[in-house]
């Protein structure tokens, strides 16, 4: 059996090796993806260099914590968790997709479900209504949206208003301050 392993987020070590070594088919072959997490500020000035390097980072991490569940190799991946599964099965002949991390929600394990094969989870998914939130925000980052353009271009030119008016402000309040006003 071959294991794909799609690492999402930092905290899945200790649970991801619980979970492979309860497994009742122990895999012969394990390949390790962690997704590249970039954050909104890297995103808009296209720096993902440092997020990839820490996706590596993650899956050496997880290949030690691995290496005695059998024959393990991992790749950092793409930014988008789906792409980086894709790209990763293009050259690993998985038999199941096996989730693991706090960062995946159940849209990324809808979205897997396309490949056709089975895809487990470590933990449950999160839930809350920040997680409503952070979805729609991941949306609009991905560019899976057709309003991201107008969100993005309404979003900065708002932030150029509010820093104008608070601008103002400071401007009247020191006019006021010494006098002139």
Do not use: C, K
Not at 24 to 43: C, L, Q
Not at 138 to 150: E, I, Q, S, V, Y
Not at 152 to 162: E, I, Q, S
């Amino acid at each position: 059996m071959n294991l794909l392993v799609l690492l999402m987020g930092d905290d899945a070590d200790g649970r991801l090796r619980e979970a492979i070594a309860g497994r009742d088919e122990a895999p012969a072959r394990i390949h390790v993806v962690a997704p590249a997490m970039v954050g909104a500020f890297d995103w808009l000035a296209t720096a993902e260099d440092d997020a990839h390097r820490q996706a590596e980072a993650r899956v050496l991490a997880a290949e030690w914590t691995l290496a005695d569940a059998g024959e393990i190799d991992g790749e950092g991946g793409d930014v988008d968790p789906v792409q980086a599964v894709e790209d990763a099965l293009r050259a690993f002949p998985a038999d199941e997709i096996l989730i693991a991390g706090s960062a995946a929600d159940v849209d990324v394990e809808a979205a897997l479900r396309r490949f056709g094969l089975p895809v487990s989870r470590v933990e449950p998914p999160p839930g809350g209504r920040h997680w409503v939130v952070y979805r729609a925000l991941r949306g609009l980052a991905a560019g899976r949206d057709g309003a991201t353009p107008f969100v993005l271009f309404v979003g900065v030119n708002a932030a150029f208003l509010l820093a104008g008016l608070l601008l103002s402000l400071v401007v009247l309040l020191i006019l006021w301050v010494i006098g002139a006003f």
